[in-house]
């Protein structure tokens, strides 16, 4: 969970090695969280984020939607970097 000014907002966070892909948690077509459960963000195929609500699919690597309501929109990105083996963000 985030604060900022305007209230506070939770994040997706995934990391691959030193890759790491961070995005705000609100879907583009309605503004809800993604997941179906407490941190469970993935289709069955484990390739797309999902959204629970209507099934659209995010590519982890630019949360660009590939299929669903929202199709041809994006999560919103949030800048993050591994270092010394731990994961910032800059909220
Ligand atoms: S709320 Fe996410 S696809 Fe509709």
């Given at each position: 969970m985030v604060l900022d000014d305007g209230g506070e907002f939770s994040l997706i966070v995934v990391r691959e090695g030193d890759l790491v892909f961070v995005y705000?948690?609100?879907?583009?077509?309605?503004?809800?969280?993604?997941?179906?459960?407490?941190?469970r963000f993935f289709d069955l195929g484990g390739a797309f984020l999902q959204c629970?609500?209507?099934?659209a699919l995010f590519r982890?690597?630019?949360?660009?939607?590939?299929?669903?309501?929202?199709?041809?929109d994006s999560l919103e990105s949030v800048s993050a970097w591994v270092i010394e083996g731990q994961v910032v963000v800059d909220a």
């Open positions: 705000r948690n609100r879907c583009p077509h309605t503004g809800i969280n993604l997941e179906w459960q407490p941190d629970a609500t209507h099934g982890l690597e630019d949360g660009y939607c590939v299929r669903g309501p929202c199709a041809g």
